[in-house]
């Protein structure tokens, strides 16, 4: 365990390919100790069953994580059919069998048609979501069911990679808050025979792909100047926002907390903002009357490298 004099700062973010069977803090802090990194967090857990994509975090970009937590996501997953459990998944215990009726791609593809586009799912009891301030999963842990109101998600992608007699191979895009969890088991209900999540594999989430993600096992291979350069700047977690760079004075008063008028700004919405020389200031708002207002700022860094060494 690193000292805590020994620890570095350092500003950016590592694409984690998480194994499967590890909770996501474990993940997170292996990957902390492994940069020796001052602060670090990650941008929404993945379950211990699933693998995949878990974007890390660190120094001053745990202040934009929240725009990866409200980014739409994609995942692998493939579904038992034939056997619900408590939980959704294959850790759960089974309170259902059913015989699957014989498949053909035309009536997959028929049931899959149905959860394409904007859904309703109503969230599952084994969810960190709260109840009159409790957690639904330890209200599921103790025998305790309550109602809860269904959420409307999108899924923005559907394909079917493959299907045997008992279980499907799924791609899902989907918008933030959707329950693969749910969607298994409610695919399962519309083919007749229920299901769950026998494996879930995250790919994406927002521009980020897994593609360009490092397991912990290679990441412990590497030497310094390798670890090093695994650390993204800031401004990929919000690279799907336009850019605009400030001039000298705008930033200082950007810096100051107060909106600008810049020339040939968007017309509306999220905006990246760059000071002199490219520096990446954080993101802003264009208001009602045209001005760029910041939002969330982060530390002026010229270079993540020159920080680390």
Known sequence: MSRRNDLRSINGIVLLDKASGMTSNAALQKVKRILKAQKAGHTGSLDPLASGLLPICLGEATKLSGFLLNTDKRYRVKVRLGIATLTGDSEGEIVETKAVKPLSEDVVEQVLAGFRGEILQVPPMYSALKHQGRRLYDLARQGIEVEREPRRVVIHELKLLGFDSSSLQLDVACSKGTYIRTLAEDVG?????????????????????????????????????????????????????????????????????????????????????????????????????????????????????????
Do not use: N
């Not at 954080?282 to 270079?303: F, M």
């Open 189 to 309: 209900k519309a083919l007749g025979c229920g299901g769950h999540v026998e494996m879930l594999r995250r790919t994406g989430v927002g521009d980020l792909s897994i593609a360009d993600s490092h397991t912990l096992e290679s990441m412990e291979t590497l030497d310094e100047s390798e670890l090093l350069g695994l650390v993204l700047p800031m401004d990929r977690i919000v690279s799907a926002l336009p850019a605009v760079q400030l001039s000298d004075e705008l930033g200082f008063y950007v810096r100051k907390g107060q909106a600008v008028l810049v020339p040939k700004a968007p017309k509306h919405g999220w905006v990246r903002l760059y000071a002199k020389q490219s520096v990446f200031m954080g993101v802003g708002e264009i208001l009602d009357d045209g001005r760029v207002t910041p939002r969330r700022l982060v530390k002026a860094v010229q270079s993540d490298v020159q920080e680390l060494s």
